[in-house]
């Protein structure tokens, strides 16, 4: 059975760092699509960063592109989002996400996963 367990959010204050990550169990994390997504209250969510299998890019939303960074490791099977220089408005519940078919990392960004997370909370505030 696929499952994604995600851990490490908290209370940071702006300018500060947090890693955030995901333990995959059910499949291997190298084969699939898989991203982090976020939401805010009141807003839409949001697909932050994405790697697929079959893309040698990686999708990164604007808002985040030189900030955070998305990465692997196969050995423990998680997925990480390091976020540095983290602002108010990165505030939210940030959610790991998988999906199995094939395509661009941005397709997965912009339109979600098949499986997910329940999340955890980041907090950026004075």
């Known amino acids: 059975q696929l499952q994604l367990v995600e851990s490490g959010g908290g209370y940071v204050q702006p300018g500060g760092s947090l890693r955030l990550s995901c333990a995959a169990s059910?499949?291997?994390?190298?084969?699939?699509?898989v991203g982090w997504f976020r939401q805010a209250p009141g807003k839409e969510r949001e697909g932050v960063s994405c790697?697929?299998?079959?893309?040698?890019?990686?999708y990164y939303a604007d808002s985040v592109k030189g900030r955070f960074t998305i990465s692997l490791d196969n050995d423990k099977n998680t997925i990480y989002l390091q976020m540095n220089s983290l602002k108010p408005e990165d505030t939210a519940v940030y959610y790991c996400?998988?999906?199995?078919?094939?395509?661009?990392?941005?397709?997965?960004?912009?339109?979600?996963?098949?499986?997910w997370g329940n999340g955890t909370s980041v907090t950026v505030s004075s």
């Open positions: 790697i697929s299998s079959s893309d040698t890019n990686t």
């Open positions: 059910g499949f291997s994390v190298n084969y699939y699509a």
């Open positions: 996400a998988a999906d199995h078919a094939l395509g661009r990392s941005s397709f997965f960004c912009l339109n979600g996963m098949d499986y």
